[in-house]
């Protein structure tokens, strides 16, 4: 194997020679730490890793999740594991899908200035200035599919100057149009009623003391719904 | 999403990538037959890593003495307690509540809403932070039989098939009986599921179902769950103390289930928490990386709920059968073992060889897709081979959008995509290279219809107990069971926690296990356990040591 290529980093001040092809959760670990705050789930769902950088001789400060961003020469890191976000506590059923909803708790939404720096900063590359405009206006349905896949990770209100906690504001938005706007499901209210009147309780148990050989020849004996037809335009 | 033209694979595997264009035409609409029973049970047995013996070994000490369990997992059962020389005073209790939760994923969470909601005292401990868990990581789906042309009854065959009819039928039954609940429960709290406009579910298939009833929110299923949940029980008050696991179980004079010594991460202190019921939720185990394999679990699966109740008496079930999941990453190293989500095998894509053929049904029971997948890699060298010698075979995303239209993937797969576009691989243009990942604990501890162990007081739910799934899980069903179990063991543990005299505190299971330990001769002097964090420095996979 031929020789690896190596970068220096400094992990809060501290400086590391580090294989470039690692993530900086990686490379943290290669350099001797072991990680307890700072690392999830490895694969950027969790928002466990949010991290704060710079490259040397730069001003910009840069983000990304640790698991998921390739380490960089004279790269200045820090993680920020934990962010002291104040979050409202409310019982979604009572709730109606309108922007007083959400201002009621999160007033603070009002207060934005258009800075932008919110979305600049989102690992997940989500509009957040624009969920959050969308909140304002009562517009839960795009707040809610534009924060979808917001991971909590809490950049954006690290960054804000009106104190704003997006994120919060993002489920809040979410569960709001989950529960109030988005269809109920009927065909799952009637299997939901069925359960609960005992419909398949019969079927179930004749399942349960079903041999093994009756039960295989049903298993290999089942249709099986087939697959959409092809749109191959 | 604008993804930059640098594309990351070398220019060999580009070379390679022709033959899957080239073969591309001729594949799409064609439907490759599955496997017929004896074939499956062929390639599983040959090549299925649970018929590996030098996997495992009979465990010397325990309640599940001379069980076969993997080595790394024996390695820990057989290991001293991290506490064995720690100082505890048992009448200095720092929390004292009715029931204990050990977890924050999904299971755990369910069961604190369940438990709260019998007007009991609930604590949540949790290793990292609540909601770090595999829930939050799960993206395919989570199945339930809510269809008109779907039933319990069917779910009920399609989970036993799945195990080899090897499941404990009457968890199978809880499993599929209250699945539309779990659904409906989940509905309520403002789950946002992908749905038409009538509220109808978008439902899918995944590997080993007859019914399309996969239940999705895009791909951020389990986050979206695991999200809701956790909000939930911020809401309603419930206390979480984060960074603190439970390290050994409490019991009291009796035997009983009593609590759990806590370890603060942080301040490396151990603290007493009394409870009249304990429900375990800790997770798996891929973190141990049995037989060297990479894994797509979350950092804290370290299978120290496990070690602890083992400790306790608790008895286990199924420990030598583990789940690969046929779709890990296989390149770019960076992600190598990241999940790629059954989902996109579920919309169609499916594994190529070298040749960029087809060499297996895309929906075959995880199982049998990964031996299929290790056989046309290991067994008829297959496979194609990343420069730092890792094998995998292709996985053809583009047919995703020429079965459904341009753009679905975008809609449909948006972590994915996102994912390998930090790689610079458009998974709309260029097929993946995966090979089978550690994915999931098919056993765990035995539990009856409410969560609850051979012990007395402690429950344990989610991918810490086992039988549900016999063998082998099917995609799905696992957001399903840590909901229905999780929910079914706060409720019963919150009500029973109501009768429980509380005794005296002891630590005396620890002793005797102790001394169980170093009778055996086992003692592995240089571990103990849990082991709490995985160690990396990933030295190895770039070939330094």
Redo the contacts between chains.
């Keep these: ?1 031929s020789a ?1 290529e190596m970068v220096d980093i400094y992990i809060m001040g501290k400086k590391y020679m580090v ?1 470039a ?3 900086i959760m ?1 490379a943290m ?2 350099a ?1 730490y ?4 700072g ?8 928002g ?1 890793c949010a991290t704060v950088y710079r490259i040397a001789g730069h001003y910009e400060l840069k983000v990304g999740l640790a698991c ?3 380490v960089e020469h004279e790269m200045y890191l820090a993680q920020i594991p934990f962010f002291p976000a104040l ?1 409202a ?5 009572d709730l109606e899908p309108k922007a007083s909803s959400i201002s009621r708790y999160y007033p603070e939404i009002y207060r934005c200035i258009g800075c932008n720096s919110c979305t600049k900063v989102c690992p ?2 989500l509009n957040v200035m624009q969920y959050i405009a969308h909140a304002q206006r009562g517009d839960l349905y795009r707040c ?1 599919s534009e924060s ?2 917001c ?2 990770c809490g950049l954006c209100a690290s960054r804000c100057p009106a104190h704003i906690v997006q994120y919060y504001v993002g ?1 809040l938005a ?7 706007i ?8 009637q ?2 009623d069925e ?2 009147e005992g419909k ?2 019969a ?3 004749a ?2 003391a079903a041999g ?1 050989e009756e ?2 020849a ?3 004996n ?4 087939t ?2 037809k ?4 | 999403m604008s993804i930059p033209v640098r594309v990351m694979y070398t220019p060999q595997m580009r070379e390679l990538i022709k033959k899957v264009e080239e073969t591309r035409p001729s594949r799409l609409g064609i439907d490759f037959p599955r496997m017929t029973p004896e074939e499956r049970q062929d390639v599983l047995k040959k090549f299925h890593p649970d018929f590996i013996e030098s996997g495992f070994r009979p465990v010397k000490i325990g309640v599940n003495k001379g069980d076969r369990v993997p080595q790394e997992l024996a390695d820990l059962l057989e290991a001293p307690s991290m506490i064995r020389n720690v100082e505890l005073d048992l009448e200095k209790i720092n929390y004292d509540v009715d029931v204990l939760i050990i977890g924050g994923g999904g299971a755990g969470a369910a069961a604190a809403l369940l438990a709260r909601e019998q007007g009991v005292e609930v604590l949540l401990v949790t290793k990292l932070r609540f909601g770090d868990a595999n829930t939050m990581m799960a993206q395919g789906g989570i199945q339930a039989a809510d269809k008109g042309n779907d039933s319990p009854l069917i779910h009920y065959l399609d989970v036993m098939g799945g195990g080899h009819f090897t499941n404990i039928p009457a968890l199978v039954s809880n499993l599929v009986n209250d699945a539309p609940l779990v659904i409906k429960w989940l509905e309520d709290m403002g789950t946002m599921f992908d749905k038409k406009e009538d509220g109808t579910m978008i439902t899918i298939h995944g590997g080993g179902t007859s019914r399309k009833r996969m239940h999705t929110a895009r791909d951020y299923t389990g986050a979206e769950i695991m999200r809701t949940l956790r909000d939930e029980v911020m809401n309603r008050g419930i206390n979480v103390i984060e960074f603190s696991p439970a390290v050994e179980l409490l019991l009291d004079e009796d035997g009983k289930a009593a609590g759990a010594v806590l370890y603060n991460l942080e301040t490396e202190q151990y603290l007493l928490a009394r409870a009249k019921t304990v429900i375990l939720a800790t997770g798996g185990s891929g973190r141990l990386h049995y037989q060297n394999f990479p894994t797509s679990n979350h950092y804290g699966a370290t299978a120290d709920g496990l070690v602890i109740g083992y400790r306790a008496g608790a008895k286990l079930i199924f420990m030598d059968t583990i789940q690969y999941h046929p779709t890990g990453a296989a390149y770019p190293p960076q992600i190598l073992g990241l999940l790629v989500t059954e989902k996109v095998r579920g919309l169609g894509a499916t594994p190529l060889n070298i040749k960029g053929e087809q060499f297996v049904h895309h929906l075959e029971t995880r199982d049998v897709e990964s031996a299929a997948i290790i056989r046309e890699c290991n067994g008829r060298k297959m496979g194609i081979t990343t420069p730092t010698g890792m094998v995998g075979v292709w996985l053809d995303s583009p047919l995703i959008d020429l079965i459904y239209g341009e753009g679905y993937i975008e809609k449909q797969l948006p972590a994915m995509l996102r994912q390998f576009a930090r790689f610079d691989i458009d998974i709309r243009k260029d097929p993946m290279l995966i090979y089978p990942t550690l994915h999931y604990q098919n056993g765990g501890f035995l539990i009856d219809e409410y969560g609850c162990t051979s012990i007395e007081n402690l429950y344990a739910i989610g991918e810490n107990s086992g039988g549900i799934h016999g063998r082998n899980r099917l995609m799905g069903n696992s957001l399903l069971d840590i909901l229905v179990f999780g929910r079914r063991a706060g409720y019963h543990a919150g009500l029973k926690s109501k009768e429980v005299k509380q005794k005296k505190l002891s630590l005396q299971h620890l002793y005797n296990y102790q001394r169980e330990v170093e009778q055996s001769g086992s003692a592995i002097v240089d571990r103990v356990s849990p082991v709490l964090v995985p160690h990396y420095t990933h030295r190895e996979a770039l070939g330094l040591f």
Excluded at chain 1, 89 to 93: H, K, Q, R
Excluded at chain 1, 230 to 233: D, E, I
């Design positions: 194997m690896l294989p092809s690692l993530t990686n670990e290669f001797g072991e990680l307890k705050r690392c999830g789930c490895r694969a950027g769902f969790c466990a998921q961003t390739r979050k506590f409310y019982d979604i059923e997940q590359d809610a979808f896949d991971i909590m489920i979410r569960r709001l149009y989950g529960r109030h988005l269809a109920k499901s009927i065909h799952l209210q299997r939901v359960v609960i398949y309780t079927g179930l148990e399942l349960m093994l039960l295989k049903a298993y290999n089942r249709d099986i719904e697959e959409p092809l749109c191959l335009g």
